[in-house]
Nanobody
Framework: VQLQASGGGLVQAGGSLRLSCAAS????????MGWFRQAPGKEREFVAG????????YYADSVKGRFTISRDNAKNTVYLQMNSLRPEDTAVYYC?????????????????WGQGTQVTVSS
């Protein structure tokens, strides 16, 4: 499976961005998806996850109430709407697909990763 993340960029604090992750190569609609991020010098951390049908979503405490994950299975795409952005949200954002069970907030629960898209929030 191939995952292509896009939508990153430079935004001022308080602004918004929407990330997209397009999947190809394998059935998309039956698997959970997640977004992670990695800031310079830090480990990759969980941001948000969504079940195969969008029925359940999961968020890191740091983004709850500001970020929204969603998916469009007809378009094989998962989205991350990011509002009220803060400088500490600056990172490379990665999407990932999971075929295995396990916690959505664990990197080990994901099988394939996209290449990442840079998000920079200026103060």
């Amino acid at each position: 499976v191939q995952l292509q993340a896009s939508g990153g960029g430079l935004v001022q604090a308080g602004g918004s961005l929407r990330l997209s992750c397009a999947a190809s190569g394998r059935t998309f609609s039956t698997y959970g998806m997640g977004w992670f991020r990695q800031a310079p010098g830090k480990e990759r951390e969980f941001v948000a996850g969504i079940t195969w049908n969008g029925g359940s979503t999961y968020y890191a405490d740091s983004v709850k109430g500001r970020f929204t994950i969603s998916r469009d299975n007809a378009k094989n795409t998962v989205y991350l709407q990011m509002n009220s952005l803060r400088p500490e949200d600056t990172a490379v954002y990665y999407c990932a697909v999971r075929y295995r069970s396990g916690s959505y907030d664990s990197r080990g629960s994901y099988d394939y990763w996209g290449q990442g898209t840079q998000v920079t929030v200026s103060s």
